[in-house]
């Protein structure tokens, strides 16, 4: 089956304790991308991946690291975790950017006390 | 600074109407827009697309309506069904270099049957 894969589902940590948040895809696809959801904010773009080894910000990149040294895997990191941080996360993937429609994991519910 | 917008957060229809869900965005370089669906404790899923060059999709019971010199755009439903019941949101990009999409703040749908 089609899909992209986050783990974990819900992760409560402390402010300071580094974590990372894995992302699986099974669909060969080129583009990946973080998103969090904030009440009122809709979904906003943390980095995106053009391919393995090609990374770069999106519009809310402060306080995060990604890597992309396989196609199919693209984690995200927090370093130092900050109460800011609490939100839902996305990993997505698509064949290739532009009018190419993303495929969604089921999302990480993270809280940083 | 929202580029695209969803002003109504929530909408109620009987079973068996039209589901009208409104969208407007303010970038004019957007061209291409879709809708996603999503259900609680999942991640959105593709719904339908559309092209600037073209004012409407179809696809079964779903319609995607484009004003572009209004920048706005509609989803239409019909007939409406209670496992429509879902978060609806808008997202847009610009072709041309896309490596982003933005998305609106959704709309969560309620079909009553």
């Known amino acids: 089956e089609a899909q992209v894969t986050q783990n974990p589902r819900y992760l409560i940590t402390v402010t300071g304790k580094k974590l990372t948040v894995t992302c699986s895809q099974n669909m060969n696809h080129e583009y990946m991308s973080w998103y969090r959801q904030d009440p009122g904010l809709g979904l906003r773009q943390i980095y995106y991946s053009m391919n393995v080894e090609v990374t770069d910000k999106g519009d809310v990149p402060e306080g995060y690291k990604v890597s992309r040294k396989e196609k199919r895997n693209f984690p995200l990191i927090l370093e130092s975790p900050s109460p800011n941080q609490t939100s839902l996360y996305f990993c997505?993937?698509?064949?290739?950017?532009?009018?190419?429609?993303?495929?969604f994991g089921n999302g990480t519910r993270l809280t940083v006390t | 600074d929202q580029q695209v917008k969803q002003n109504s957060p929530s909408l109620s229809v009987q079973e068996g109407r039209i589901s009208i869900l409104n969208c407007d965005y303010t970038?004019?370089?957007?061209?291409?827009f879709l809708w996603y669906k999503k259900y609680p404790a999942e991640g959105p899923t593709f719904l339908i697309s559309i092209s600037s060059i073209k004012d409407k999709n179809e696809d079964g019971r779903f319609t995607v309506f484009l004003n572009k010199s209004a920048k706005h755009l509609s989803l239409h439903i019909v007939p409406s069904q209670p496992g429509d019941s879902a978060v609806y949101f808008c997202a847009a990009s610009a072709q041309t270099g896309a490596n982003n999409l933005f998305f609106g703040t959704g709309t969560r749908l309620t079909v009553i049957p």
């Open positions: 997505a993937s698509s064949l290739r950017r532009g009018n190419s429609p993303l495929h």
């Open positions: 970038n004019s370089m957007f061209d291409y």
